[in-house]
């Protein structure tokens, strides 16, 4: 429940408080949006076992049919409450509301559905075999549920990236535990009223506030009754939950950094391209994982090109999250305000020539309270330097010149993560090409994050591990058991 500004935890269908209390900030001004009930390992351990009994309660023995009805209402529940979902999405992100109005809460809403149609339809193998009496057995396979699924989850599309886990997951029929961010409470908080107000039953849908070592994440990752784990986050977040998870040998899915290079090629719609990158870098303040923070650009188009990117960095219009002109929002905390400028710094230090930004725009008022930055390009680094190598998670991209399709390659690769990578061409031998050679899990070719959720999302390197989406999804949430009868 969220009366007063609290965020309570969800477990077992009732509103749980504790004593321990931390701070959610809204990040455009710096105010108090209310206080969230830390659980500790007693409410965690609650969760999991509220969980472990919906399995086995009537939420086990639902048909899919009966699954598939209950994930639409959920969604037309989101939907029902769009202005909460949105005002409490805007209130702990700062992202601009024709972002969030377009993207979060109608995509949080349709993973429901969509994953309803994947289970509804998900057809299973089935083989006749001879037998060696001569008589022959029938072999089929069934999904059955992996059971407690632990959902850890990022701040960036707090509702979206959560409910790609849950919707899956409730669909194929397991009980969930979701561990919001710490910076991002509102929006899995809120979904436990919907959860009622719909009739999913107790336990099925449990949340847990806190942070990560030390607290709810740690505590849940560690449960040995959680079944598998579902994680967005940082590759270094993933390493320690994977070591978590190898404690009872629990699988784990794993949605993870990246440093994802954008590919311009001389002969590309020009236009086009700078959209897709101004949107690829700065949109949702840069706090996209499969943003754009290495741009390479063929050397006859690059002058022209910075230029142009220049000035799409310079309008972009940071302010009130309402207001219908602002499309660019603060960082998510102070924190990482500090951290995003600390690579403003390491830039110069290297040697960067700022194009663009480099720092915090100026504001009066309460926004100057706000942990914003200004959306910033470089050129002119060495490859080597860590504004190049690392995540940073900030609305920045460095551009850099390349003569041939081979360099490119190689230099798109040299990087330790390999999500995602979109690259700028008329010409189709080398679209096919360059999408065959740069070790990523999502390739988009004259475009960017266009998403058909049927389709395999993942990162390769140390982007991920697994694939979700579609019946790739089923993989993870589902159990396959294969049933073999001497006939
Ligand atoms: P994060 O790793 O800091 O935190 C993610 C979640 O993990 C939070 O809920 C946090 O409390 C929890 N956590 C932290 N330490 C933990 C531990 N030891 N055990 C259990 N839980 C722990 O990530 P973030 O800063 O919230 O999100 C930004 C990161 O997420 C970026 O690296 C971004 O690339 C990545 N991301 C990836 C994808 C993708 O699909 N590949 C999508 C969105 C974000």
Same mark, same amino acid.
């Given at each position: 429940?969220?009366?007063?500004?609290?965020?309570?935890?969800?477990?077992?269908?009732?509103?749980?408080?504790?004593?321990?209390?931390?701070?959610?900030?809204?990040?455009?001004?710096?105010?108090?949006?209310?206080?969230?009930?830390?659980?500790?390992?007693?409410e965690?351990?609650?969760a999991?076992?509220?969980?472990?009994?919906?399995?086995?309660?009537?939420?086990?023995?639902f048909?899919?049919?009966?699954?598939?009805?209950?994930?639409?209402?959920?969604?037309?529940g989101?939907?029902?409450?769009?202005?909460?979902?949105?005002?409490?999405?805007?209130?702990?992100?700062?992202?601009?509301?024709?972002?969030?109005?377009?993207l979060?809460?109608?995509?949080?809403?349709?993973?429901?559905?969509i994953?309803?149609?994947?289970?509804?339809?998900?057809?299973?193998?089935?083989?006749?075999?001879?037998?060696?009496?001569?008589?022959?057995?029938?072999?089929?396979?069934?999904?059955?549920?992996?059971g407690?699924?632990?959902?850890?989850c990022?701040?960036?599309?707090?509702?979206?990236?959560? *409910?790609?886990? @849950?919707g899956?997951? %409730?669909?194929?029929? /397991? #009980?969930? $535990? &979701?561990?919001?961010?710490?910076?991002?409470?509102?929006?899995?908080?809120?979904?436990?009223?919907?959860?009622?107000e719909?009739?999913?039953?107790?336990?099925?849908?449990n949340?847990?506030?806190?942070?990560?070592?030390?607290?709810a994440?740690?505590?849940?990752?560690?449960?040995r009754?959680?079944?598998?784990?579902?994680?967005t986050?940082e590759?270094?977040?993933?390493?320690?939950?994977?070591?978590?998870?190898?404690?009872? *040998?629990?699988? @784990?899915?794993?949605? %993870?950094?990246?440093? /994802? #290079?954008? $590919? &311009?090629?001389?002969?590309?719609?020009f236009?086009?391209?700078?959209?897709?990158?101004?949107?690829?870098?700065?949109?949702?303040s840069g706090?996209?994982?499969?943003?754009?923070?290495?741009?390479?650009v063929?050397?006859?188009?690059?002058?022209?090109?910075?230029?142009?990117?220049?000035?799409?960095?310079?309008?972009?219009?940071?302010?009130?999250?309402?207001?219908?002109?602002?499309?660019?929002?603060?960082?998510?905390?102070?924190?990482?305000?500090?951290?995003?400028?600390s690579?403003?710094?390491? #830039?110069?230090?290297?040697?960067?020539?700022?194009?663009?930004?480099?720092?915090?725009?100026?504001?009066?008022?309460?926004?100057?309270?706000?942990?914003?930055?200004?959306?910033?390009?470089?050129?002119?680094?060495?490859?080597?330097?860590?504004?190049?190598?690392?995540?940073?998670?900030?609305?920045c991209?460095h551009?850099?010149?390349?003569?041939?399709?081979?360099?490119?390659?190689?230099?798109?690769?040299?990087?330790?993560?390999?999500?995602?990578?979109?690259?700028?061409?008329?010409?189709?031998?080398?679209?096919?090409?360059?999408?065959?050679?740069?070790?990523?899990?999502?390739?988009?070719?004259?475009?960017?994050?266009?998403?058909?959720?049927?389709?395999?999302?993942g990162g390769?390197?140390?982007?991920?591990?697994?694939?979700?989406?579609?019946?790739?999804?089923?993989?993870?949430?589902?159990?396959?058991?294969?049933?073999?009868?001497?006939?």
């Open positions: 429940m969220r009366e007063n500004s609290t965020f309570q935890n969800f477990i077992n269908g009732e509103w749980v408080s504790t004593e321990r209390h931390f701070r959610n900030v809204n990040p455009v001004d710096g105010s108090l949006i209310g206080l969230v009930h830390e659980a500790g390992s007693s965690v351990d609650a999991v076992k509220a969980a472990r009994a919906a399995l086995s309660g009537p939420w086990g023995r048909s899919v049919q009966e699954r598939v009805e209950l994930l639409y209402a959920i969604a037309d989101i939907n029902r409450r769009f202005d909460d979902f949105l005002a409490a999405e805007i209130a702990d992100t700062g992202k601009p509301q024709s972002l969030a109005s377009h979060d809460i109608p995509r949080g809403a349709a993973n429901f559905k994953f309803a149609d994947v289970i509804k339809n998900a057809p299973t193998e089935s083989f006749e075999m001879a037998t060696p009496n001569g008589g022959k057995a029938l072999n089929y396979a069934i999904r059955v549920p992996k407690v699924v632990g959902v850890i990022p701040w960036n599309l707090p509702l979206l990236l959560m *409910t790609w886990k @849950v899956p997951a %409730l669909a194929c029929g /397991n #009980a969930v $535990i &979701v561990k919001p961010s710490e910076e991002t409470p509102g929006t899995a908080t809120l979904l436990g009223e919907v959860m009622n719909v009739g999913v039953p107790p336990g099925v849908y949340v847990v506030h806190g942070f990560g070592p030390g607290s994440g740690e505590y849940l990752t560690t449960h009754e959680v079944n598998a784990i579902t994680f986050g590759t270094r977040t993933g390493e320690a939950i994977m070591k978590a998870a190898a404690n009872g *040998t629990r699988p @784990v899915s794993f949605e %993870l950094g990246g440093k /994802n #290079a954008a $590919i &311009v090629f001389a002969d590309c719609d236009d086009k391209a700078i959209e897709g990158v101004t949107r690829s870098a700065f949109a949702n706090q996209v994982c499969l943003g754009t923070e290495r741009v390479y063929q050397r006859p188009i690059f002058d022209k090109f910075v230029t142009a990117l220049k000035v799409k960095a310079e309008s972009m219009k940071p302010g009130n999250p309402y207001d219908k002109e602002v499309n660019f929002g603060p960082l998510i905390s102070q924190e990482h305000q500090q951290k995003v400028l690579y403003y710094a390491r #830039a110069q230090a290297d040697g960067a020539t700022v194009i663009a930004g480099g720092g915090v725009p100026q504001f009066d008022g309460k926004l100057a309270e706000g942990s914003w930055v200004q959306p910033t390009i470089w050129t002119g680094l060495p490859e080597t330097s860590a504004v190049i190598q690392e995540e940073i998670f900030g609305p991209c551009i850099a010149p390349f003569d041939t399709e081979e360099e490119v390659v190689g230099l798109a690769n040299a990087s330790e993560y390999g999500l995602c990578t979109s690259v700028w061409t008329s010409n189709i031998g080398t679209a096919h090409r360059l999408a065959a050679s740069i070790e990523v899990g999502l390739c988009w070719i004259n475009s960017w994050f266009l998403r058909d959720l049927r389709t395999p999302f390769s390197k140390a982007s991920g591990i697994g694939r979700e989406g579609g019946v790739h999804s089923l993989e993870f949430y589902t159990e396959l058991r294969n049933i073999c009868i001497q006939l």
